[in-house]
C-alpha cells in the first residue's frame, strides 16, 4: 500500500486539512487495521516539520522524501504546469512510483481515502492485478510493471501535444 502526497510552501496547516493522515491512522487503529503504509512525499517533505513526521512514524506509515526524483520530472515535463501543482503532481506521482519501487507490486489509494478495509488485506486482495479506476485513480493496483513504461510514453506524447492528444483522445 502507498500513498503519493506533496506539502505546498503554505505549509502544514493547510496540508493536514486537506489530506488527514492523523484521522486515517486513527480510525485504522481503532477498527484493527495496519498502518503499514508507504506515504511518498514529491514535494515539501521538509514543511512537515520534526513532530508531526514523528507522529506519522509512530503511527506506523513509512515515510519517503522523493522530491531528488520527482524534480527531474518535473523539469522534463514543464508543459504540465499550466495545470497547477495538483494535476501536473498527480499525473507525474506515477513515473515517481516506479522509480522508488522498482518492480514491486504496488496499491495506491490517495491520501485522503477512509478505509472500510484494512489496507493489507486489501494489497492482497489485489495482488497480480493492474487496475486504475476510469476517471478516479483513488484506488490503483500495478503489479505489471510494462504500465509504468506505457503510462510514461503516453505521458510523453501528451506534453509534446496536449491539444492534439487531447481531441485524438475524446475520439476514441
Known amino acids: 500500500p502507498v500513498i503519493v502526497l506533496w506539502v505546498a510552501a503554505g505549509g502544514l496547516a493547510p496540508f493536514q486539512a486537506a489530506v488527514p493522515l492523523a484521522l486515517v491512522a486513527r480510525r ?6 495496519s498502518n503499514a503504509i508507504d506515504i511518498v512525499f514529491v514535494e515539501g517533505f521538509a ?5 508531526y513526521a514523528a507522529q506519522l512514524r509512530d503511527a506506523g506509515f513509512v515515510l519517503h522524501d522523493a522530491e531528488r526524483i520527482f524534480r527531474p520530472h518535473a523539469q522534463r ?3 504540465l504546469d499550466h495545470f497547477g501543482v495538483f494535476l501536473k503532481n498527480c499525473f507525474l506521482r506515477w513515473l515517481v512510483l ?3 519501487f522498482p518492480g514491486e507490486p504496488l496499491l495506491h489509494f490517495d491520501g485522503d481515502v477512509m478505509f ?24 490503483t493496483a500495478i503489479s505489471d510493471h510494462g504500465w509504468f513504461r506505457q503510462y510514461e510514453s503516453e505521458l510523453v506524447a501528451y506534453a509534446r501535444d496536449i491539444d492534439g492528444y487531447s481531441a485524438r483522445d475524446w475520439q476514441e
Not at 28 to 33: A, D, K, S, V
Not at 117 to 135: D, N
Open 98 to 100: 516506479a522509480e522508488l
Open 116 to 139: 472500510n478495509e484494512c489496507p493489507t488485506v486489501l494489497a492482497r486482495l489485489f495482488a497480480g492485478r493492474t487496475i486504475l479506476l476510469q476517471g478516479c485513480p483513488a484506488l
Open 47 to 51: 514543511h512537515l516539520g520534526d513532530a
Open 28 to 33: 485504522n487503529r481503532q477498527l484493527g487495521y
Open 77 to 79: 515535463f514543464a508543459a
